[in-house]
T-cell receptor, first 116, second 114 residues
Framework: KAGVTQTPRYLIKTRGQQVTLSCSPISGHRSVSWYQQTPGQGLQFLFE???????NKGNFPGRFSGRQFSNSRSEMNVSTLELGDSALYLC???????????????FGPGTRLTVT | AQKITQTQPGMFVQEKEAVTLDCTYD???????LFWYKQPSSGEMIFLIYQGSYDEQNATEGRYSLNFQKARKSANLVISASQLGDSAMYFC???????????FGKGTLLTVNP
């Protein structure tokens, strides 16, 4: 079974631009979560989608948004980029139900975003 | 608020020896889950092991085991027979209730020496 894939792997943008990152979950997984990882703040939760609905949201400004498609693929968008948005963005997929194994989250390789 | 504490910023271990990475957590929820992930320098987060709060047995996956002590709110990761490829950052994380949001600790950098 293929793992979680994220595209692109690397991205360089300038301040003020917007960016869209993509995540394809493991086949059969319906929950996709996004995390931001920086040296200063560590790993922080952005949001989680299940069956095209946002179930949970972290404490990030409205410039960060996401969506999920009917095939469970997810995208996140960051508008009006700031230097502080430079980070590794990780997505994680899980089955999404309520059984014990449903909570296991598998991460993709990440997208490394650099804002100049 | 839920919190994960990893008190060891860095650990060193000799190849083939066992090592324990510490993790304590703080939550008032009865239902929660604890995870350990490995992050090599490449950046990918690799799922190692999961323990639910109602699981009576400690979770094990190959060379990894989770020493779950509920009363002490600790969930230490034990790696047996360390290998050079185990050198990486290790993160402890927690979810609560039926929520999928993970709260992570700051991580422990493990170095395995030959």
């Amino acid at each position: 079974k293929a793992g979680v894939t994220q595209t692109p792997r690397y991205l360089i943008k300038t301040r003020g631009q917007q960016v869209t990152l993509s995540c394809s979950p493991i086949s059969g997984h319906r929950s996709v979560s996004w995390y931001q990882q920086t040296p200063g703040q560590g790993l922080q939760f952005l949001f989680e989608y299940f069956s095209e609905t946002q179930r949970n949201k972290g404490n990030f400004p409205g410039r960060f948004s996401g969506r999920q498609f009917s095939n469970s693929r997810s995208e996140m968008n960051v508008s009006t980029l700031e230097l502080g948005d430079s980070a590794l963005y990780l997505c994680a997929s899980s089955v999404g139900g309520s059984g014990a194994s449903s909570y296991e989250q598998y991460f993709g390789p990440g997208t490394r975003l650099t804002v100049t | 608020a839920q919190k994960i504490t990893q008190t060891q910023p860095g650990m060193f271990v000799q190849e083939k020896e066992a090592v324990t990475l510490d993790c304590t957590y703080d939550t008032s929820d009865q239902s929660y889950g604890l995870f350990w992930y490995k992050q090599p320098s490449s950046g990918e987060m690799i799922f190692l092991i999961y323990q639910g709060s109602y699981d009576e047995q400690n979770a094990t996956e190959g060379r990894y085991s989770l020493n779950f002590q509920k009363a002490r709110k600790s969930a230490n990761l034990v790696i047996s027979a360390s290998q050079l490829g185990d050198s990486a950052m290790y993160f402890c994380a927690m979810r609560r209730g039926s929520n999928y949001k993970l709260t992570f600790g700051k991580g422990t950098l493990l170095t395995v020496n030959p």
